[in-house]
């Protein structure tokens, strides 16, 4: 395709949102044609965010004044619950990618029981493809419909997927302990996310109870072929953006934490994005502001055990970066357009 598509960003006042027009306005292939954020409509995108000031885009409006006729694809950056309602409405000649949670899980009951309400757009459950490019390209290269993973999913699976395939890893036993910057909570006032409760301190949050849960044990109990549960426990740590995993996992009989390396190396070897740290273990400033996802291995000092380590930006592969590495492929673009930038350090 050499001519430009047209996209609108539902939205666009959130994080995401936010992240998505920084990334897309730089996009040789992509022009901004609408912005949808229904509280700040008739404002101008610089109003919001006045680092924008320079770039030609069109003024906020509301979702549902939008003529989608010429629009070619959509980037929906809005909360769980609200983005179905939006989404089942649009018309089906767009081509759509969620970054919200409501298209991730594939069982509708699941969704149910984990996100307290009776899943609107379930018709459309059947055709969503879990957008995780590494391990669902050639579905998501035909796909109507993408639902971006969460950022810890994302994280998790990465890591997690090729060992789990390869039966180097048990996978009766998986604990991963995950921490996250504050705008992983999205952009709504909360008190919890106030600079006085966050500031200077770090905790634990969503305790055998977080939504991210049943979406990475989705995805591993189909790669293991049987259901599985994982132990999960996110913090929140006092930084803006970023994302670091540490899991712990017992090793199959006569698997070495080389052994895993190499295999990580191996699966990951051609992807653009994915990188297989060596002697520098990940940490979140390696990926900031970029698309890249860095994975790590140790062996511990117990016996028969690893740990493994993965990092990425939250905001970035963990969401906008991963939704525009998604329309890429939908579009047959180069993947890696728009998408090039390098960490930002310090």
């Known amino acids: 395709m050499t001519q430009k598509i047209r996209v609108g960003i539902i939205g666009a006042s959130g994080y995401t949102g936010a992240d998505a027009v920084r990334l897309l306005a730089c996009h040789p292939k992509v022009e901004i044609a609408v912005l949808t954020a ?79 309400r009776t899943h609107a757009a379930e018709h459309l459950l059947d055709g969503a493809v879990y957008g995780l490019p590494e391990h669902y390209r050639s579905q998501i290269k035909n796909a109507r419909l993408v639902a971006c993973p969460g950022c810890y999913p994302t994280a998790a699976l990465l890591l997690l997927l090729p060992l789990v395939s390869a039966g180097l890893i048990l996978v009766d036993d998986l604990i991963i302990d995950a921490k996250s910057g504050v705008t992983g909570a999205g952009r709504s006032l909360k008190e919890q996310n106030l600079f006085a409760e966050v500031a200077e301190g770090i905790h634990p949050y969503g305790v055998a109870a977080h939504r991210h849960a049943p979406e990475i044990e989705q995805e591993l109990s189909l790669r293991a072929g049987k259901s599985m549960l994982v132990s999960f426990t996110p913090h929140l740590v006092p930084m803006n953006r970023g994302e670091l995993l540490s899991v712990y996992a017992k090793t199959a009989p006569g698997v070495s934490a080389a052994d895993i390396h190499a295999a990580l190396s191996n699966a990951y070897e051609s992807e653009p994005f994915v990188r297989v740290a060596g002697d520098a273990l990940p940490a979140t400033r390696h990926v900031r502001g970029s698309n890249f996802c860095v994975l790590g291995v140790r062996g511990d000092r117990l016996p028969n055990r690893v740990i493994l380590f993965s990092t990425l930006d939250n905001l970035v592969k963990g969401s906008s970066g991963q939704a525009v590495q998604n329309m890429n492929i939908m579009f047959g673009f180069e993947e890696t357009l728009g998408l090039q930038q390098q960490p930002l350090f310090p």
Not at 68 to 74: C, G, K, L
Not at 91 to 110: E, G, K, N, Q, Y
Request: proline share 8%.
């Open 38 to 116: 229904n509280t700040h409509a008739g404002k101008s995108f610089a109003d919001l965010f006045p680092q924008f000031s320079g770039l030609d885009l069109p003024p906020m409006v509301i979702a549902e004044d939008v003529d989608w006729s010429d629009i070619d694809a959509v980037f929906c950056g809005l909360p769980h619950g609200t983005a179905q309602d939006i989404i089942v409405k649009l018309p089906d000649h767009l081509r759509v990618i969620d970054m919200s949670a409501d298209f991730r899980l594939r069982d509708p009951s699941v969704y149910a029981h984990w996100y307290g």
